[in-house]
């Protein structure tokens, strides 16, 4: 089973600035890496998958990058909506996928 | 618009079984896998099962494995799972998840998830 490993677990940053996530896997999950974001009594929702490309209806400003074991998640600007914990995905080696224990972000 | 619904949840002692559901719609059922995840109180995200979209395939994740059954109608568009000789542990909200149609185990649409709580 592969270990996903989030960091760090809580990340303040103030409105309009960049955030960036990370996420290390235990053994190389080539580029099959999902982001996705959960706000409080709301399921998952599917942020960034093949590790860099965009999910439906996300915004331009949310950027993923990475490969092998190393993965990054980018929000350039943040809003007030992007404020939620976000987990990290791979799903190459299967089952089971494995997920991060997840980011929180905050209002600084 | 894609839609799943669960329902079944509650408080069930150890040892009992409860039966989870989750109707879809908005998409053609048949053609997708559907995956349940769940998440204890306060805590992050585990696998716990898949179906085929042809309900001839499943996997379960090991903590689960022997307990838990992951069936399908498709003509109901449901997704079902049956839950035996439930533990305190398995105490979280449960998600269905539809399986992206062109990435396997990959999850874009979720449901609101239904609580299932084992205590005594």
Known sequence: ?108 | QVQLVESGGGVVQPGRSLRLSCAASGFSFSSNGMHWVRQAPGKGLEWVAVIGDDGRTDFYADSVKGRFTVSRDNSRSTVYLQMNSLRTEDTAVYFCAREHSHNNWLFDYWGQGTLVTVSS
């Open chain 1, 1 to 108: 089973e592969i270990v996903m490993t989030q960091s760090p677990a809580t990340l303040s940053v103030s409105p309009g600035e960049r955030a960036t996530l990370s996420c290390r896997a235990s053994q190389s999950v080539r580029s099959n890496l999902a982001w996705y974001q959960q706000k409080p009594g709301q399921p998952p929702r599917l942020v960034i998958y093949g590790a860099s490309t965009r999910a439906t209806g996300i915004p331009a400003s949310f950027s993923g990058s990475g490969s092998g074991t190393e993965f990054t998640l980018t929000i350039s600007s943040l809003q007030s909506d992007d404020f939620a914990v976000y987990y990290c995905q791979q799903y190459e080696n299967r089952p089971p996928v494995t997920f991060g224990q997840g980011t929180r972000l905050e209002i600084k």
